[in-house]
Structure formats: C-alpha cells, structure tokens
C-alpha cells in the first residue's frame, strides 16, 4: 500500500494565501515543471541508492520517460548518476536513455546534453546518452533491460483526447460524462504505462513517477489559467478569426489524476511485478507569481504566463487549425491569442496563477 | 590487406556512356545515396551472419551510424535483422541505434520507423530502435557493445572543414595547399572514427561502411554539378545579392577519399584492433539522369538535381549566411541561388550527372 504523506499545504487551494508566501522559498527563476522535480529528490535518491552493476559487464540504464527538450532531466540525471558511481566503479558503463514522442525536439535535447556546464556528462567518465522516440504508452526496451526509471511531469499526457470538450478545452472543465471519459482513458493509460515499465525494469529496480496530479477532489489548480485561455480562443471565434469548427477540435489531452487513481493498480493488482513503495501528494509553489509577488512587474509576469501556456499547451490547442491555413495566418492568429491571454491573465494576476498538484511515487520491481 | 575487386565500370569517367545504359538497371526511383547501399549488399549479409548473441541474454546492439533521417537506412536494417534472426531466435531482443549529429532531424527519422510500411519493426519481433546525438568522431557506445556496426554513404561528412576554399566552395576544386589541410583533416577523422568503432564493437563484431569515395586519381565525379552550384554563388555575389565575405566563407566540408586513403589505418596498424577483410570501389550510375534520359524531361532533371543538391549540401552552404539576415531574406537567396543552378543544368545536363564513387568496406573486430 503507497504511505501518503501529504504536506501541510495539501489541502490549500489555489487562493489561499499560506501557498503564496512559499514563494519566496522557491524563487529560483525555473519553470513549474522543474520546481516539481525537486520534490522527489528524496526519492530520486532512494532509487539511485537501489541500483547494482549488472551481471556480465552490461552497461547500467537509466531511462527518462518523457523527457521533452531534456532541460530538466539534466539535474536529476546528474544526481542520480553521482549517487550509482558512490557504489558502481566508473568501469560499469552507464547509458542515459532518454525517451518521448516521435515529435519531440530531440535536436534541443542532444544539443543541450552535449555542451550545457549542467549536463551530467561533466565531470564523469563512461556514460553514455541516446533517445528513443516513442510513447511510454508502449513497449520502448528491451526486457528486464532498465536498472532506474524516472519520469517528471509527463504521465499526464494522455495517449489522446477521448473526446472534445463542449465549450473548452480543459478536461476538468468537461461536463460529467466527458470527464468520464478522460478518466477511463487515464486509467488505461496508467495501466500500460506501468504494464510496460514493469517488462523494460530489471527484478529490483526503481522507478520514480512524478505525475502532475489533482487533490482528492479532482483540482488541479489550473482552472483559472485555463478559463482564460478558453475565453480568449472563444473571443477570437466571435471575431470570426478562429472557426467555429476549429475551436470545437481543440483540446489539451491530459488528464491530472488523484492520488487515489495514481495508487489503484497497485492495489488491485493490476501493475502486476510492480510495487508502490512511497506516494506522496506535493502542492507546488508558483515560481512565476511568486516572482510578480516581489517585484510587482505586471508585463513581466503576463509575458511569463504566456510563454509557459505557449511552451506547454499551444502545440496541442493549435494542432486543430485547419490545415489550409497559411503561415501567416496561423502566426497571426497565435499572436492574436496570445494576446488576449495576456491581457486576461494582467488583469487577474491571482487567478492565474497555478498551484500545481504532483503526486511523487517510488516504484519497485520485483526483487 | 584489403581485397580490391574493382568492378568494369570502376575506371569509367563521368561521360563515360557505358555507366548511362546501367542507369535503366538502377531505375528505382530512388537517392544516388540510396542506390549506393546497394552494393554493399553481400558484405551486410556476410556481417550480419556473423553475428551471434551475446551471453547473458544482453540485446544485440546494431549501431547505424549518420543515420540522417533514416530513409536509406530501413532496408539495410531490415536485411540485417532478418538474417540475424535466422540464427538467433526472437527471444533475444535486438536494439537498432541510429546515430548522426545533435542537429539531425530525429524527429523524421524516428517518425518514419515507426510509421513505414518499410520499416525494419514490421513482421519481427523484439526490436527496438533508438538514437544517438553525437559525431561518430566520438565515442558515442559502451565499451565491446556493439554486435554489427554500418555506415553508408556518411564519413566523408569531415569534423570540420579545415579551411576556406578560395573562388570555391568543393575540396577538390581548391588549391594545393589548401587540399592537403583537407587530406589531413580526412585521415584524421577517420583514424577516429576507426579508434572509436574498435573500442565499441564487440570482440568478433562486423562493421560495413560505405564510403563516398574518390577513384584513385582524385576524382569524386561531382566536380560538374559543384562547377555549377559555385557558379551560380558567384553570380549572387557580382549582382549584390550576396555578400562577398558570405561566399567566401562556404565551404563542403567533405573529402572524399580514396581507397588507398581508406585502406592506410589497415596498412599501417593504426587501426588497432580492426581488420579490413574486403574493400571495393565502384562507380554508380546516376538515378536522376538515367532516369531523363529515358523521359527526356529535361525540367524534371534539372528540379530533381537542384532537389538532390538542396537536401545534401545546402545546408553546409547557408550556415554561412550572415546571421542577420531575415529569414524572408535568407528564402529570397535560396529562391535565386536554386533558379540560378537549375538555369546551368538545364543548359548542359551531362555535366551536371554525378558517377559518385563509393568504397564499400567489410571490417572485422578480432575476436
């Protein structure tokens, strides 16, 4: 059974101001998804601490499921690495497999591993990057091939949207029965995700899920964001500049469990090989408000939100442009949206802000 | 000592009309680069039968190196699946790596293997492809991981090129001198890219490459084509179009060798640990132009040279650009540059054919 062991803040919603004042604390000018990684370093640590040289001179593997543009796997990877050569000779190869979608820019990730002064390959000898391009909704390794997985603020990406959202385009939004559909969708997700995690691990090693989650009530704390986005797509579908039709297809295809959906195949038996070690549920700071909170830069703070709606959800709400739109006319209309985000989120700067949910898991394979 | 088996048409020029009459053999619609895999056939079969499975159930790791975005790759991989798979059975898994630079369009390359109906993942089991990131200058696996190594039609891609090349942007085209600092960069990058393969086939490992190669007097067979693009540049720079010190600094950084250069880290044992067991060069017939002179359209030649010479080399050309230049200025440039070599292969389309040479290579690791 996971040991929930919820921080204080659990329970805070996105107003409420004991949250704010954390700020402060995370002030570190990084993204949310980055911040989120730092609360399971614990466990991070506890994994890396797991793993053994394998038999036979065969390389240890690390996979990063879902690493996107790999920024923020540099940190964990380079932590993770530190803590296997305390016990494994520089003599055991380690390979770092980074994995995501076919889509993904993994140019920006190998360019990035190669020459940042942050990348794990400073500083330490016989290790070794490569990507694999495939969702972790599917079988990627070998068999029992992987001696540490991590995966940071990925898995709730769905495989796809199982529906459209009447009105919106943020799952949480939907009305009952669409919602109930992205839930049974998640958890087949879920479940194959951690299917084909507990093929690709070797008998006891560790896997770390950080799963951009929803309290026990289903909030993932970004509503406000998201209604401002929808009201600016729906305020360029009355200006005739975005099609009814092309409004109707867009959708964010995630879903943010809660910590009882992330827990249930471990108790029911479905994540067969696999145990849930240690869950817990995390209340994130918001490093951008936290930012406008100390310097009172409202442009700047707008521009922020933007450029993180922009890098994390537009590729997905855009992709339903019709295709005969010209360049031109898609910049245009993203600008034109962007904009009207920004004037909404300036004009609320609270309720914009996003106090994200990360529900933090320590997984182990059969020994 | 490697086995040169030149074949009839080894010594054959560019115009030489017997290598045009092959053209119809080779009508495949296909990539002069792809063609050249072609006859390197039977030196992959002969590698990939050497290949056995590794203890303790490891995956055979088939590395491809410059990989680019894997259209010619699919089928050598597939062939050399099938014929692994013919003495090592499904339950050892096979893990496919392609390789090229951090700039490679993975994304296309991963996209297309899992999506072609050519892909070597349909109808076997228990494969898995992935990607590396790094210069095949460097090391890029684990120590003795590699079971079969192939590289087609890749390593004259040099490190860098080691100067400008005055009044032209083609190696063979530049002086003496500057042409010896290209020989010196060619055999250096190739003592590393032997250096690192040793390090990282396995004892007994095969590893085929086919080279772009020169014959033994020097002469790739592209100088018409190359006369032709520098001459379309030059006309850009005298109408004010581009820039004087843009030109100046284009350059292919390329070499293609010759078998005598290929050979020398055999000959001299600086390819320690590595074996040449067979070398050949031979002369390819040119798809696009034997393929006009079937049609006799001329415009379609000309578009599918300017489209071949596009995808190949001007990339290397327009990173010379001057970094603040527009991007509807930089479009403009190409726009004209491309018009300006179609308008010169139109005129003289025998010039404009490429006889490429390649030197197809069979390597072993000693066991």
Redesign the interface.
């Known amino acids: 059974m996971p040991e929930n062991n919820p921080t204080e803040s659990d329970n805070s919603g996105r107003d409420a101001p004991g949250i704010m004042r954390r700020g402060g604390f995370y002030n570190r000018h990084s993204l949310p998804q980055h911040e989120a990684a730092s609360y399971a370093e614990p466990l991070l640590r506890q994994a890396a601490e797991a793993v053994a040289a394998p ?5 240890i593997v690390i996979a990063d499921y879902g690493a996107a543009q790999g920024r923020n796997s540099l940190d964990p990877m380079r932590r993770a690495i530190g803590i296997i050569r305390r016990s494994v000779p520089d003599t055991v ?1 380690i ?1 770092v ?1 980074h994995t995501d979608i ?6 920006a ?3 990035l ?2 020459n940042s002064p942050d990348s794990y390959l400073r500083e330490v000898a ?1 290790v ?7 969702t972790f909704y599917k ?7 992987v001696s540490l997985g991590w995966s940071a603020i990925a898995v709730h990406w769905l495989s796809a949207a199982p529906a459209i959202i009447e009105g919106h385009v943020w799952s949480p939004r939907a009305d009952p029965a669409t919602l109930a559909s992205f839930a049974r969708r998640s958890a087949r997700d879920w479940r194959d995700f951690l299917a084909h995690r507990a093929a690709e691990l070797r008998p006891g090693a560790r896997l770390v899920v950080i799963g951009g989650a929803s309290d026990e009530a289903g909030d993932s704390a970004a509503n406000g964001l998201m209604d401002m986005a929808n009201a600016a797509l729906r305020e360029l579908v009355a200006a005739g500049c975005l099609g009814a039709d092309e409004y109707r297809r867009m959708v964010i295809p995630t879903y943010n469990r809660t910590p009882a959906e992330f827990a249930a195949p471990f108790a029911d038996g479905t994540a067969s090989g696999l145990r849930l070690l240690h869950g817990q549920l995390d209340v994130l700071a918001d490093p951008i408000l936290a930012r406008y909170q100390e310097t009172g830069d409202l442009d700047a703070f707008a521009a922020s939100c933007v450029g993180f709606f922009e890098a994390a959800f537009e590729p997905s709400l855009f992709s339903a442009l019709a295709p005969g739109r010209s360049p031109d006319r898609r910049r245009s209309l993203e600008t034109e949206f962007r904009d009207g985000l920004r004037a909404r989120i300036a004009a609320d700067p609270q309720a914009a802000g996003c106090n994200w949910r990360v529900y933090s898991m320590l997984i182990a394979k059969d020994a």
């Open positions: 038999p036979g001179g065969q390389p190869p390979s497999v076919p889509a993904d820019d993994f140019s990730l190998f360019t591993i190669e016989n070794f990057p490569f990507a694999a391009g495939r079988r990627i390794f070998p068999a029992a091939s």
